[in-house]
């Protein structure tokens, strides 16, 4: 039952994306560039997105296990150091240069875009990456 509501919460995120105009990278760009023709639109889906989950991540905070009875975890981390905000800039970068962050970028797969799995590919083989030397960064600790 966990796989197909994951299943269809993903289908809808995923047309949730699609219908606003996520998933152009065109439209992304243009909310990003603020210094030429600037296009609000996409702050509008994203104060939706802020609206909708701040409801639901107060239900949750009430809340020791999800509907379905999986345990709740919530971030406990309430400090920015200098990976979370290194991390944050090369997303923001990756993200005004191709115009697609991942979810967005899994959800146009289905396009059969090539330019798109080569984002994807790209984006997995670094996440892999990391992994690695976050592997090696632990054990040395």
């Known amino acids: 039952m966990r796989k197909l509501t994951a299943l269809i919460a993903g289908l809808i ?36 997105a802020l609206a909708v989950s701040s409801v639901f991540f107060y239900v949750a905070r009430q809340r020791r296990t ?12 309430r400090t920015l150091d200098r990976r979370l905000l290194l991390g944050s800039v090369v997303f923001g970068v990756g993200w005004g ?15 059969g875009q090539w330019q798109v799995g080569v984002f994807v590919l790209a984006m997995a083989l670094g996440m892999w990456l990391f992994e690695r030397i976050e592997a090696r960064r632990l054990a040395k600790a």
Do not use: H
């Open 66 to 77: 999800a509907l379905l009875g999986a345990p709740i975890q919530m971030p406990t981390r």
């Open 13 to 48: 995120f995923g047309l949730g994306l699609y219908l606003s105009g996520m998933t152009n990278p065109a439209k992304v760009l243009g909310f990003l560039d603020l210094a030429g023709e600037w296009d609000p639109s996409l702050a509008l889906v994203m104060l939706g």
């Open 97 to 111: 240069i191709a115009g697609l962050c991942p979810g967005p970028a899994v959800a146009l797969l289905l396009t």
